[in-house]
């Protein structure tokens, strides 16, 4: 009965981060601070927690983009001379390995109940001497980050969380419906709903959809909140305010990007890079150059965003000039990027990891390193066999 016990909780944490895919950071906070005292009572190591909020973060927020992390990724390819970033950005989805097996690798350790590496070790600590954290360790948490109290005399329901999220969610299609439609009656004037429907969302302009989707549910939100007498109305706009003013240094990070991207495409760094290596680089092998490097850079600097930005900007023009798969130089950027995120110590996400599960953070890193590895070496071998391939 422990055994399942401990599987099913692993499994509920995994689908809680999945399902948080609005934002990385929120869903290794939330993972953490919801399931650390249940983990602590079953005796499961606080790195294995740590680990699976790191591992179902960043890898949801890329595969499922209605976010900040889409629209970013879309403001990408815009710059790149892309028409069409959404319809783009999807097409290079289905050759994302890399989140698809980082997320799939974590299910495989739930149900086979098998580690290797240093998390195994950690297992046999908590369950043989009911030790948590290594003896050395200097479990890394913030009271303020990990212990969210509830406002006094409000009773917490779980749908004061899933509604305005579920309803941003909904906005996102509906709004590229709705700025594609034009495109859609123009191309396709005898087509049905459907097939004009799904032509705009590929039109639509990803920009507008998450600025009018995040606008409307925090709008519902503030009259969800007031007609249930939670919060008045002063104090909603001043936790707005403090959301706003908390984002603005990732404004400044995008800002950055974009104008890191545009320098490279008026300098025409990718196809200056294509042109010094035609001679020796085989089209072949230019997605799995593309996502290793990436994941150094990455791995490096413990950004993906910032990764994106300078390997768009080089490796999709590479891409182009050497008459290589586009979608799979743009897949392996977004794959190499959350690579980096996903392990890097020096990574927010992996950082907010450590603390939302109050655990040693080189303990984190250290026993999550081997996993993102094995799924890292994986997706090489994936796009090394697809590009030799064709």
């Not at 953070?361 to 999550?368: A, E, K, N, P, S």
Request: aromatic share 10%; charged share 15%; hydrophobic share 50%.
């Amino acid at each position: 009965k422990a055994g399942s016990n401990r599987v099913i909780v692993q499994l509920l944490a995994w689908l809680t981060g999945l399902l948080i895919f609005v934002e990385s950071s929120i869903s290794v906070l939330t993972v953490g601070a919801l399931y650390r005292p249940v983990f602590d009572e079953l005796r499961i190591p606080r790195e294995k927690l740590a680990y699976i909020a790191d591992s179902s973060s960043a890898p949801s927020s890329i595969l499922i983009p209605f976010n900040a992390w889409g629209a970013f990724i879309m403001g990408l390819l815009a710059a790149q001379g892309f028409e069409h970033p959404f319809s783009t950005m999807f097409g290079a989805m289905v050759y994302n390995f890399y989140p698809m097996l980082a997320l799939l690798l974590v299910l495989v350790v739930i149900f086979s109940k098998r580690d290797f590496g240093p998390m195994a070790r950690a297992e046999r600590r908590a369950r043989e001497e009911g030790k948590l954290l290594a003896d050395d360790a200097q479990p890394m948490i913030s009271e303020e980050l990990t212990d969210v109290e509830a406002k006094e005399g409000i009773t917490p329901r779980a749908r004061n969380m899933i509604v305005p999220i579920g309803l941003m969610v909904l906005m996102m299609p509906v709004m590229l419906t709705y700025t594609g439609w034009g495109a859609a009656e123009a191309e396709l004037p005898a087509a049905g709903f459907f097939e004009k429907a799904f032509y705009a969302i590929g039109q639509g302009s990803g920009s507008t959809a998450v600025l009018i989707a995040v606008l409307t549910s925090v709008l519902f939100s503030m009259l969800f909140y007031r007609a249930q007498g939670i919060l008045r109305f002063r104090e909603m706009i001043d936790l707005t305010l403090k959301g706003i003013s908390g984002l603005m240094p990732l404004a400044l990070l995008m800002m950055m990007a974009f104008a890191i991207s545009t320098v490279c495409k008026e300098l025409h760094t990718g196809q200056y890079v294509a042109d010094i290596t035609s001679s020796w680089l085989s089209p072949q092998l230019v997605p799995v150059l593309v996502f290793l490097i990436s994941c150094f850079i990455a791995f490096s600097t413990g950004t993906s965003w910032g990764t994106f930005a300078i390997m768009m900007a080089i490796g999709v023009p590479m891409a182009q000039q050497l008459d290589a798969n586009v979608y799979l130089a743009i897949a392996a950027v977004m794959g190499g990027g959350v690579f980096g995120d996903h392990c890097s110590p020096i990574s927010d996400t992996t950082i907010l990891s450590s603390m939302a599960s109050a655990s040693d953070h080189i303990d984190h890193v250290r026993t999550q390193l081997p996993y993102a590895l094995l799924a890292g070496g994986a997706t090489a071998l994936l796009y090394l066999g697809i590009g030799l391939l064709g």
